[in-house]
């Protein structure tokens, strides 16, 4: 049986005070059900494009290993070293977020495309290979994905959170504080109903003795 609310006062006005704070209580279980629903529905969604984006990059990494292995047959591991440390660069992200029922959902945004032409990663063609050119070609559309990858794991992660915060809340409003509620009521009430029983008792032995004390009177006038 649900614990009463300590410190009430067993009255009418207590009574209207703990109906209007049930009332307050249901709606806002209502409303925090549905967000609890609707964000489950959403952090489906993500898990959904998290697994589709996990298997893009894993397949794009793949390739861009197969090719890795195909210029170093080729041009040797060392050579391929070298060449590696002329095309380092920079990765400039844009940070941001947009705002899903309260939740923060992370925005990664790449400045430049990381996907470059051949020409533009500093070696030569005659110092390279086709193998090389299409393993950092593939490695740079990895990376891509992999950028994306974290922005829907980050999301992920903060709509788990939310939704079990949203969880906790449901089941507190549900489970304790509108059963409290609904007892402390219980118990005002039947409270009151022996109040009434008392002083209708009470009421009526007063009643009684004045009529007692009124009987002698009466014969003396007669």
Not at 33 to 50: H, M, P, S, T, W
Not at 149 to 165: G, Q, T
């Amino acid at each position: 049986m649900p614990e009463i609310i300590e410190g009430v006062s067993p009255t009418r006005m207590e009574l209207l005070r703990l109906s209007r704070r049930e009332k307050l209580a249901e709606k806002g279980h209502d409303l925090l059900r549905e967000k609890r629903d609707a964000l489950i529905a959403e952090f489906l969604d993500v898990v959904g494009e998290v697994k589709e984006a996990r298997k893009e990059v894993e397949a794009k990494l793949e390739e861009a290993f197969n090719f890795l292995i195909i210029a170093q047959a080729r041009l040797g591991v060392e050579q391929v070293r070298q060449l590696s440390l002329m095309t380092s660069r920079e990765i400039e992200l844009a940070f941001s977020s947009r705002g899903i029922m309260g939740v923060h959902m992370p925005i990664l945004e790449l400045e430049n495309k990381l996907a470059r032409k051949v020409t533009e990663r500093g070696y030569g063609f005659m110092e390279s290979s086709v193998a090389l050119d299409m393993s950092a070609k593939s490695f740079e559309e990895a990376l891509e994905k992999i950028i994306k990858l974290a922005e829907l794991e980050e999301a992920v992660r903060n709509l788990a959170v939310e939704v079990e915060k949203t969880k906790r809340r449901v089941n507190a409003l549900e489970y304790i504080m509108i059963p409290r509620l609904k007892a402390t009521r219980k118990y005002i009430r039947m409270r009151l109903e022996e109040m009434e029983r008392e002083n209708f008792t009470r009421l009526k032995k007063i009643k009684a003795m004045l009529e007692r004390k009124k009987s002698p009177l009466e014969g003396v006038y007669e």
